[in-house]
């Protein structure tokens, strides 16, 4: 079984720029994850979907931050404009509905705003 | 605020078992324990999770305090691709609670 895909694997950018990040869930996984994780931190869920359908995003930072998944199976993640602070590992994840507990994890992408 | 309190870190010698505490004193009874690890570079992986009894599987066993305010994760024999942070997570079923909020783990070294 293929598990979780995300890309890029590593992204550089300045300030004030946009950037975006895809990811491929557990094919069937009807739930995605998207976690922010700052070095020396535990991850933090910025935003869950069922299906196409947003099921909490009370920690995205909605000016800046924004998340999609229009066909409910992929979905990508923006930032615009970057700050330094957005510096972090962003990762996605996903879970099927008959087992909500076990939340299968990517490799995430490792961001650098500077 | 903070729901499970581990220790920052803790190493075992490969081979014996690694015991790992967490302290979740405010758990209340419709509240899971659940653990997770994340090796360095990549995204935490699910080991176990019960409410009242123990429970074991080909990764680990998770024994609760019969009160439940605090549990151990048990890695049986500990190899070198143990070394990871663990993660105890409390968590609900219901509403905002239902989702995994990590702490800052227990980084375990196995050591040669």
């Known amino acids: 079984e293929a598990g979780v895909a995300q890309s890029p694997r590593y992204k550089i950018i300045e300030k004030r720029q946009s950037v975006a990040f895809w990811c491929n869930p557990i094919s069937g996984h009807a739930t995605l994850y998207w976690y922010q994780q700052i070095l020396g931190q535990g991850p933090k869920l910025l935003i869950q979907f069922q299906n196409n359908g947003v099921v909490d995003d009370s920690q995205l930072p909605k000016d800046r931050f924004s998340a999609e998944r229009l066909k409910g199976v992929d979905s990508t993640l923006k930032i615009q404009p970057a700050k330094l602070e957005d510096s972090a590992v962003y990762l996605c994840?996903?879970?099927?509905?008959?087992?909500?507990?076990?939340?299968?994890f990517g490799p995430g992408t490792r961001l650098l705003v500077l | 605020d903070a729901k499970t309190t581990q220790p920052p870190s803790m190493d075992c010698a490969e081979g014996r078992a690694a015991n790992l505490p967490c302290n979740h004193s405010?758990?209340?009874?419709?509240?899971?324990v659940y653990w997770y690890r994340q090796i360095h570079s990549q995204g935490p992986q699910y080991i176990i999770h019960g409410l009242k009894n123990n429970e074991t599987n080909e990764m680990a066993s998770l024994i609760i305090t019969e009160d439940r305010k605090s549990s151990t994760l048990i890695l049986p024999h500990a190899t070198l691709r143990d070394t990871a942070v663990y993660y105890c997570i409390v968590r609900s079923w219901s509403g905002s609670a239902r989702q995994l909020t990590f702490g800052s783990g227990t980084q375990l070294t196995v050591l040669p």
């Open positions: 994840a996903s879970s099927s509905l008959d087992r909500e507990e076990t939340q299968y």
């Open positions: 405010t758990i209340s009874g419709n509240e899971y």
